[in-house]
């Protein structure tokens, strides 16, 4: 059973920070895009931030560019997105999702809505 099990999101004032980590179990594919997808209020998912377990690389949306860093533990298989900076428009709810590759990295970051694997999500919520 494929499960991504989030955590960390919470309260915060803007400028303050936060990390996001996903815990995943039973996905055995061997090439894949994972990543934090946000879906703010009244708004569609949006990709955030995603990486590539086949060259590491990674993307983020314009709007995160210098505040967020995707990376992952593959001896916890756990995947994070630490959060600086953070503003009132960052707030929403995060899920962690993956898909088997079959894109660029950007590419499959911008078509999240289309992926197979997603947590249950976890709210963050930017303001003072």
């Known amino acids: 059973q494929v499960q991504f099990v989030e955590s960390g999101g919470g309260l915060v004032q803007p400028g303050g920070s936060l990390r996001l980590s996903c815990v995943v179990s039973?996905?055995?594919?061997?090439?894949?895009?994972i990543g934090w997808v946000r879906q703010a209020p009244g708004k569609e998912r949006e990709g955030v931030s995603c990486?590539?377990?086949?060259?590491?690389?990674?993307y983020y949306t314009d709007s995160v560019k210098g505040r967020f860093t995707i990376s992952r533990d593959n001896a916890k298989n756990t995947v994070y997105l630490q959060m600086n900076s953070l503003k009132p428009e960052d707030t929403g709810v995060y899920y962690c999702?993956?898909?088997?590759?079959?894109?660029?990295?950007?590419?499959?970051?911008?078509?999240?809505?289309?992926?197979?694997?997603w947590g249950q999500g976890t709210q963050v919520t930017v303001s003072s």
């Open positions: 039973g996905f055995t594919v061997p090439l894949y895009v």
């Open positions: 999702a993956a898909d088997p590759l079959w894109g660029s990295v950007q590419n499959m970051c911008v078509r999240t809505n289309k992926w197979g694997y």
């Open positions: 990486l590539s377990n086949k060259d590491d690389s990674t």
